[in-house]
């Protein structure tokens, strides 16, 4: 059953909300099916011209998303039945295709996303193509967008994706989840990458994919359901959602970023946060620390009110520097620092950082906000400047251009 044949415009929009939406979703049930990531997104795209056309004609079926799957799938087909030495696969491929809706309503695991995230992060691959790769095929982000997280050229990241592809197929790498007792390996990365893609939606809460969120927390729920007993996964997905719980009060009416110490509370999920802190403390009791673990505490006890524990999160920092010695962890020492009136120090760590960070957005806004505390204003102004100039989003660069507005006039430099 379909709708009144719609104009050109109308079908390409609908292909686009598929496509922004269910992309990931798209291409990692056509990677596990087909066997290879190169071929699925080739499959994929042939998929969508076929939608152009016969959408255009006979109208968009009431599941889009369903069509663009099997075509897909068929296209992947057709293109192996091509290359004459892997028609037998191709063959093979065919025979099941009949069932495979019996066999997806069958699976184990209920979301092939999964499965492509543990396909990625297999430790034949380097740790950037890791991350790299499953920004790319999980998250959609382009290559673009994945080379200037990494600060690489757009050419350099899209010869690193090739020989991403090019290797798991090589190595004939399944596309699976594997057995619990074979984690461990992976288990990392793939904790840091769902945690890539929860950040990634808030990060770029105002330009959309802020469903990344709810994937990023229902890829972690399905972790922690597959292995229950691991305090990591709990630490990893009480981290998510405490972040999440504070969604609502992220921004001012103003549309300016609320950083947590000044958000109203009350707007705060705290069915939600009351989840993460019991995810939390049943972690903790299994006595076995680690990184995202110690992440969630910090988050918790910066919501602690009526101020943040920022002793407590000092200590917190310490521990986490024996499981990540980033400067990242560094410049967020210096802040927590900063805050317990030790702001001389903390302007000589941040300082220190400077070869390191000097890119980052973040360091910038911690530099103006400790030099202003300092009473350096002249430098402050200088930095936050810089700050805004590379704001992430506009609520962060309104939050910043609120600071230079409170800073006092400065006749004479504080630096």
Not at 192 to 206: A, R
Not at 281 to 309: T, W
């Amino acid at each position: 059953m379909t709708h009144a044949v719609p104009s050109a415009i109308a079908v390409q929009q609908v292909i686009d909300d598929v496509m922004r939406r269910d992309r990931g979703r798209l291409l990692a049930g056509l990677s596990v099916r087909l066997g290879d990531i190169q071929l699925a997104e080739d499959a994929l795209q042939e998929a969508v011209i076929a939608a152009l056309k016969h959408w255009g004609r006979s109208g968009v079926p009431h599941a889009p998303l369903a069509w663009l799957m099997r075509a897909g799938f068929n296209k992947g087909i057709d293109q192996l039945r091509s290359r004459q030495r892997e028609g037998r696969k191709a063959e093979d491929l065919g025979l099941i295709a009949p069932d495979q809706d019996a066999a997806e309503q069958a699976e184990t695991i209920p979301d092939a996303r999964l499965r492509l995230i543990f396909t990625c992060c297999h430790p034949a691959l380097e740790e950037k193509s890791r991350v790299a790769l499953t920004l790319r095929t999980v998250c959609s982000l382009s290559t673009r967008d994945i080379a200037a997280a990494f600060l690489d050229s757009e050419q350099t990241m899209g010869q690193r994706l090739s020989r991403a592809k090019a290797k798991i197929r090589a190595k004939g790498i399944g596309f699976q989840v594997p057995e619990p007792d074979q984690w461990s390996e992976r288990l990392g990365t793939v904790l840091s990458t769902l945690y890539l893609i929860f950040t990634t939606g808030y990060v770029q809460e105002e330009a959309g994919p802020r469903d990344f969120c709810r994937e990023g927390i229902y890829l972690a729920r399905l972790l922690c359901a597959l292995r229950p007993d691991d305090p990591e996964i709990e630490g990893a997905l009480a981290l998510m959602l405490l972040t999440e719980a504070r969604s609502a009060a992220r921004i001012g009416p103003d549309g300016a970023m609320r950083p947590i110490e000044d958000q109203d509370s009350s707007l705060w999920h705290h069915e939600t946060i009351t989840e993460a802190q019991a995810l939390l403390a049943q972690a903790v009791l299994r006595r076995q620390p680690g990184a995202f673990q110690i992440k969630a505490a910090l988050a918790d006890c910066h919501m602690m009110r009526p101020k943040p524990d920022w002793a407590q999160m000092a200590l917190l920092y310490q521990a986490l520097w024996r499981f990540e010695p980033t400067p990242v962890v560094a410049l967020n020492q210096a802040v927590v620092m900063a805050e317990l009136g030790q702001g001389a120090q903390a302007l000589n760590h941040l300082r220190a950082l400077e070869d390191d960070l000097g890119q980052f957005q973040p360091w910038h806004a911690a530099m103006a906000h400790v030099l202003a505390q300092e009473g350096h204003i002249g430098d402050a102004r200088c930095a936050y400047e810089q700050a805004i100039k590379t704001a992430p989003h506009d609520a962060a660069r309104r939050f910043l251009e609120t600071r230079v507005q409170r800073l006092p006039p400065c006749a004479f430099s504080g630096s």
